[in-house]
């Protein structure tokens, strides 16, 4: 089946740190790459949707300054957490749509953010 | 429905038998459901999906129940093993879109 793949799956970083996150759909082209958000023991959040070559779509409270989405190529999408605090320690999962089966979301293993 | 700040149900079951894991949804518009299965520090793997037009959709082992007039979903898990024990989510997407909207999530625990 379709591979989604992040990067790096575990970082720990000081308050003040901007953060990348990566995202690549490995053996397809991923027209659209959701990132979510999920806090312990609670449900995946969405945080904005990203499409190839424009802009990403935030949800409502998330602040399109603080995370940055770039979607330059088909295959990835980076998140970047500017500027991290504690309060953005969380578990970041992505997941890809693209040109599979019945639109079915592949999802990432997920990066967890730890801020000092 | 909403999950935030929720802390997750526990289903706990002994192995070998069967599970039952439910989800109310909230959006009538939705016509596709999934549900994940995650394991802890991972992201969610695909089990099984329905469209609205289904009642039932059978797996290995699994099954997917929608009814639609009170918006419920359920996974039906036959001969429960340990290796099903994470927590699960069921997810909604509505027509002509990609986004996914999750559920609040049960956490099923297998004993041996």
């Known amino acids: 089946g379709a591979v989604v793949s992040q990067h790096p799956s575990w970082v720990i970083c000081k308050s003040g740190t901007s953060v990348k996150i990566e995202c690549r759909s490995l053996?397809?082209?991923?027209?659209?790459m959701f990132w979510y958000r999920q806090f312990p023991k609670q449900s995946l959040m969405l945080m904005a949707t990203?499409?190839?070559?424009?802009?990403?779509?935030?949800e409502q409270g998330v602040e399109k300054d603080k995370f940055l989405i770039n979607h330059a190529s088909l295959t990835l999408s980076t998140l970047t957490v500017t500027s991290a605090h504690p309060e953005d320690s969380s578990f970041y999962i992505c997941?890809?749509?693209?040109?599979?089966?019945?639109?079915?979301?592949?999802f990432g293993e997920g990066s967890r953010l730890t801020v000092l | 429905g909403e999950s935030v700040g929720l802390h997750l149900p526990t289903l706990s079951v002994q192995e070998g038998d069967n599970s039952i894991i439910n989800c109310a949804y909230s959006n009538s518009a939705s016509d596709y459901f999934i549900w994940y299965k995650q394991e802890s520090g991972k992201g969610p793997q695909f089990i099984i999906d329905i469209r609205s037009n289904m009642d039932k959709r059978q797996g290995q082992r699994v099954t997917v129940l929608l009814n639609k007039t009170v918006k419920h979903l359920s996974l039906q898990i036959a001969a429960t093993q340990p290796g099903d024990s994470a927590v699960y989510f069921c997810a909604e997407k509505v027509k002509a879109g990609n986004m996914l909207t999750f559920g609040g999530g049960t956490r099923l625990m297998v004993k041996p």
């Open positions: 990203s499409n190839e070559g424009s802009k990403a779509t935030y």
């Open positions: 053996d397809f082209q991923a027209t659209t």
């Open positions: 997941s890809a749509s693209g040109r599979v089966n019945t639109g079915e979301l592949f």
